[in-house]
C-alpha cells in the first residue's frame, strides 16, 4: 500500500473513532431518564452547596450555618472545600446566608443575602478564593428572599432569586423571581410575570442555561419532596420536563461516602427520617457532572449527599426533554 493511501486509511479510521465516540449516549435509568449515580452522604448539617470548576480543579462552594456540628463561631460564614483533598479555604462573608458560587473566566462569583427572608443580594468576587470584594446587587423593600443561582446567558448575567413574600410578589412561598444584568453592577428586576410558580410550593435552587432554554432546578412538595426540572425560553412560560423527578429520596442516600464523620453523626445518618431530596447542584468536570444534593426530613435535620451522572451538562439538560 502506498503511503499516501495509508495516511489517508489511518484518518479516515480517526476520523470514525471520533465520530463514535462523540455519538456515545450518556446512561438512563429504565424509564429513560437521565441516570443519576448517588454516592451517598459526604456530610451532616450543610444544605445550599455548589460544586464549581476553579482553574481546573474542582471545589464546592458550602454555606455554613451556623448549626453546623463543626462550626465553632457561632455564626454563618461561606468558604470553598477542595474536591480531591476535603481542604478547605478560609472562610469569608461571616453572617451572610443562602449562598451560591458561579465561576466565569477564572473568577468566582458568590451571590447571597444578608440574612434569610431579607430584602437585600449581595455579590462577592475573588481570583484566588481567598481575596473577596464585596458589593450589594439589589435591594428590594418588603421582599423576603432566600436562595439564589447566577448563570450568564448571552451577554447578560441572569440570577434567579427565591422570594418568600408578599403574597402578591410570591404567591405561594416559595417562588423563582428573575433579575438580569449586563455587569453586575446594574441590576433589572424583571416584572412579576417573570416566575415559577406562585400557585404552590416550587422552591427554586439551581438555574443552568444552554440553546435558548433556561433550566430551573427546584424543589416540589409532592410525596415528600422531590427535585424537578423545568423549562423556559423567556422566564415566563414553562414547560415541565415529562420525566420528573430529578430526584426523590432513597435508601442510598444514607450511604455513607466519607470516614470522615464522628460515630455520633453515623448514628443520626442510620436513623434519620427521609422524605426529601433538594438544594440540587451541579457542574460538569472533565466529562461527567459531579452533582450535590440535601436529604433529610426538610424541618432541620439535613444532610449533604453527593452523586454523578456520566455524561456533560449539556446532554443532562436536554435529556429531561426527550424529543417527542
Known sequence: MKPRTILNVIILLSSFNFLACSSVQPPTDPQGRPLIEKIGTIDCDLVETTPVVFKDKVYRFEYVRAGYWNNHTGDSYFRFVDHQTG????????????????????????????????ERVYIFKSNDLQNWDQWMAFDIPGFGIFNTSMIKAGSNFVLMFEVGKPEIEAGERFTARFATSPDLKKWEILSRDHNYAMDRYTAPHCLRYVDGYYYDFY??????????????????HWEPSPLNPVLKASPVDRQLATRDLPEILRQKIATAENCNNSDIDFCEYKGKLIINYSWGNQRGKEFLGEAVYHGTQEQFLKGWFPDR
Not at 424543589?219 to 415566563?236: H, N, T
Request: aromatic share 14%.
Open 87 to 118: 481542604k478547605p479555604t478560609s472562610s469569608f462573608a461571616k453572617g451572610f446566608e443562602f449562598g451560591s458560587a458561579y465561576v466565569l473566566n477564572d473568577t468566582a462569583y458568590v451571590t447571597a443575602v444578608d440574612h434569610g427572608d431579607g
Open 219 to 236: 424543589l416540589e412538595a409532592f410525596q415528600g419532596y422531590e427535585a424537578r426540572v423545568v423549562r423556559s425560553k423567556d422566564l415566563i
